[in-house]
């Protein structure tokens, strides 16, 4: 009994071993490939039923690649590079945090930019019929900032435009106002009631309930 106990000791750890690289794989593949427009592939890093909640865009996974792709085609210009990662593993569900930075270039006032956001993917996961899926995506936006391509330019802000906007991403959330979107204004930042109850609906999720 004893041997078999420490098989089947073995077996779990190996399981979460592997559950772990697959998870880090799929966090690392999403990057990849939606940036690159592989947007067959980065279709596979969602389950059927994910959602994507981001400032630009809140929607269904299929509606967020066709709203990507749409961007894409218009010239929208968003980056990410990922950095350390961490993931808290239930069994098939898993809440995934990865360090990472949206860089989106744009027009603002007649004056092209770069806004550099910092923050977390905070990933909703779930392994079904062997294969780890996205169920959840609410970034964290810690802080961010703006630049002009060109560092000779002047630019002027509008004072209360920005205000509207946390700050962890007020500068991001005021480029993508200028080239059309409607941003949400109330995402989780690092600290405050938003993320707390991302962090609680993380708890509820890993203890089996919806997302």
């Known amino acids: 009994m004893g041997v078999l106990r420490r098989l089947a000791g073995l077996s779990a750890m190996q399981q979460e071993m592997l559950d772990r690289l697959a998870i880090r794989a799929l966090v690392e593949n999403w990057a990849v ?16 039923d994910g959602t994507m909640c981001a400032t630009w865009c809140q929607a269904p996974a299929a509606e967020f690649i066709a709203a990507s792709k749409a961007a ?21 569900r898993a809440i995934a945090q990865t360090k990472m930075t949206i860089s989106q270039r744009g027009p603002v006032h007649g004056v092209v930019v770069d806004v550099v956001c910092t923050g977390r993917f905070y990933d909703f996961l779930e392994r ?6 996205v169920v959840l995506r609410q970034p964290i936006y810690e802080k961010d900032r703006m630049d002009p391509v060109d ?3 002047t630019l002027a802000l509008d004072a209360a435009l920005l205000a509207r906007f946390p700050a962890g991403y007020r500068h991001l959330a005021y480029l993508q106002t200028q080239i059309g979107y409607a941003v949400k204004a109330d995402m989780p930042g690092l600290t405050g009631p938003e993320v707390e109850a991302l962090y609680a609906r993380g708890a509820r999720w890993l203890a089996g309930e919806a997302a």
């Open 72 to 92: 894409w085609a218009k010239g929208v210009s968003i980056l990410h590079f990922l950095g350390g990662h961490s993931a808290d593993v239930a069994g098939t």
């Open 33 to 48: 490939w939606r940036d690159a427009g592989d947007w067959v592939r980065f279709a596979t890093c969602w389950h059927a």
């Open 128 to 133: 079904r019929d062997g294969r780890w899926g």
């Open 151 to 153: 560092p000779a330019a």
